[in-house]
């Protein structure tokens, strides 16, 4: 099983500044590593895919990077709904495995 | 509109079953493949299951084989979890998704709002 590994795991940012999100892979995933967003009582929602492809309807300022086993997720100028849990997903293998998500805390 | 909507959890005692159904709409069905997603309380993410558009391959994860059943009918647009021998660890938010466009990757595209299933004497 590949795991895959968050860090940190509450990451503290202001409103309006940068936040850079990793996630590693015990193997390489190749690009197969898709990222998401789940707000407090809701589903998650699909951001990235194939490591930097935005989904539909993802703004700009999300944007992902990385291939083999190392995985950034980066939002620029935070607004203030962008402060909630974050989760990486790798596609590559069976089974499909998440990291164990990381919260973004409004400093 | 995308819809995808779950039904079926509720509370069942240890080693009881549930079937849990995912209705959709808005989308070709049996153009994608099929997940179901879980979420215990204040946890993580956790894959449980996978199913082709065909419904020919299936997939689980260790922690349910032999003991869940993904299943689907093209016909009506739906998506069904059979689950059997259920163990306390088992409550969770279960979460019905869909493949992203051209259901080439296994990356969670659409998903539905869940259904609790809670597993307690």
């Known amino acids: 099983e590949i795991v895959m590994t968050q860090s940190p795991a509450t990451l503290s940012v202001s409103p309006g500044e940068r936040a850079t999100l990793s996630c590693r892979a015990s193997q390489s995933v190749s690009s197969n590593l898709a990222w998401y967003q789940q707000k407090p009582g809701q589903a998650p929602r699909l951001l990235i895919y194939?490591?930097?492809t935005r989904a539909t309807d993802i703004p700009a300022r999300f944007s992902g990077v990385g291939s083999g086993t190392e995985f950034t997720l980066t939002i620029s100028s935070l607004q203030s709904e962008d402060f909630v849990v974050y989760y990486c997903?790798?596609?590559?293998?069976?089974?499909?495995?998440f990291g164990q998500g990381t919260r973004l805390e409004n400093k | 509109e995308v819809q995808l909507v779950e039904s079926g959890g509720g509370l069942v005692k240890p080693g009881g079953s549930l079937r849990l159904s995912c209705d959709t709409s808005?989308?070709?069905?049996?153009?994608?493949?099929m997940n179901w997603v879980r979420q215990a309380p204040g946890k993580g993410l956790e894959w449980v299951s996978s199913?082709?558009?065909?419904?020919?391959?299936?997939y689980y994860a260790d922690s349910v084989k032999g003991r869940f059943t993904i299943s689907r009918d093209n016909a009506k647009g739906s998506l069904y979890l059979q689950m059997n021998s259920l163990r306390a660890e088992d409550t969770a938010v279960y979460y019905c998704?869909?493949?992203?466009?051209?259901?080439?990757?296994?990356?969670?595209?659409?998903w539905g709002r869940g259904t609790l299933v809670t597993v307690s004497s």
């Open positions: 998704v869909r493949v992203g466009f051209g259901n080439v990757y296994w990356y969670f595209a659409l």
């Open positions: 194939e490591a930097s």
């Open positions: 199913i082709g558009k065909s419904g020919i391959y299936t």
């Open positions: 997903q790798q596609y590559h293998k069976w089974p499909l495995t």
């Open positions: 808005g989308f070709t069905f049996d153009s994608y493949s």
